[in-house]
């Protein structure tokens, strides 16, 4: 899959691409990808999810590191559609975050828009730039910087 566009791809396509499985998974599907530039996914938040249980009893909010792993995994995703095959000896890691905001609250029964876009690579380091809304409205957003690893055997 390394065509200029894919118009998107479902959970199973997602699992193949991400090593991260149950309760850590946090992309339900990709809504677009303009490979090496920039990808748009969804995260539904359902009130079974494991950490509602704890965060916060009674009044449920997603914690805001969760939104900021769920846009490292959409990085993870862009990164990785952009490959090809290659992508299978590699692991994506999460190097740094800057100007993280966050902006709203995220609830059980939201639908959480990811946009991640690529503003540089540097030598095997992106630069992404990631925002992630509710109902059109900012609830984070950050610059993130993820690189690719080669996976341990």
Do not use: W
């Not at 994506?92 to 959480?112: N, S, W």
């Not at 380091?125 to 809304?133: E, K, L, P």
């Amino acid at each position: 899959m390394t065509d200029n566009s894919i118009n998107g791809f479902d959970i199973h396509q997602i699992m193949d691409y991400l090593p991260h499985r149950y309760p850590f998974l946090m992309i339900d599907r990709v809504l677009d990808c303009d490979s090496g530039k920039s990808l748009t996914a969804l995260k539904n938040v359902s009130f079974n999810e494991p950490f509602f249980q704890g965060h916060f009893p009674g009044q449920p909010v997603m914690p805001g590191v969760l939104i900021l792993e769920a846009l490292a995994q959409a990085t993870g995703l862009l990164a990785f559609c952009s490959m090809g095959d290659e992508r299978r000896d590699k692991l994506y890691l999460l190097v740094g975050i800057d100007k993280a905001r966050f902006r709203g609250q995220v609830t059980p029964g939201d639908q959480l828009n990811l946009s991640v876009q690529l503003k540089r690579d540097l030598r095997g380091i992106g630069f992404y730039s990631c925002v992630a809304r509710v109902d059109d409205q900012v609830v984070a957003e950050a610059e993130m910087m993820c690189s690719a690893q080669d996976r341990q055997p």
